[in-house]
């Protein structure tokens, strides 16, 4: 029952995902999570890291898109000067947003992956599409209050219950 709250992947930081690894599993396109996931909610700009982890998965051919949850204002100033489409006010787990960058993007459900720092938001809504679902360890900063209310308590307990599936190697692990 708790399997669709499950990740394929989990890592600890979105510089883990590679895009060679995502190529040899058939994705073409990564729908990513913004706050905490590619950029701290604090921070109003990508580190260098990020900036050229983003220039890698591009130079790898894979397409990118933004889905967040947050508005227009903070995702454009951040993510227009890489010229990275997005969409915003996901309203993740609902599964209308992540469509829609697939749409933009041109891609099938099999060549999309999901990554984001929530499971009840970005993992949830990319398995109930059935995508490849990306879960990273949310990067530190300040986080919106109903997160750490909510999801991050309900987090922890599913986190325990898929440990035990979890198969390491490299720190990286695949869950299913
Ligand atoms: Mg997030």
Known sequence: MLRILYPHMYVPSILDVDPLELKKRGIKALLMDL???????????????????????????????????????????LVAPFNIPYV?????????????????????????????????TDILG??????????VVPMSGREFWATNLIN?????????????RVSHEDQKYTVR
């Open 126 to 135: 990319g398995n109930r599409l059935g995508l490849f679902t990306i879960l």
């Open 35 to 77: 706050d905490n996931t590619i950029v701290p909610r604090d921070r109003e700009e990508f580190s260098q890291e990020v900036v050229m982890w983003l220039k890698r998965l591009r130079e790898h051919g894979l397409k990118l898109c933004v889905v967040s949850n947050n508005g227009t204002a903070r995702v454009n100033k």
């Open 88 to 120: 915003v006010r996901a309203v993740k787990p609902m599964r209308q947003a992540f469509t829609k960058g697939m749409d933009i993007l041109g891609v099938k459900h099999s060549e999309t992956a999901v990554v984001g720092d929530q499971i009840f």
């Open 152 to 164: 991050r308590r309900l987090e922890k307990l599913v986190l325990k219950k898929i440990s035990s």
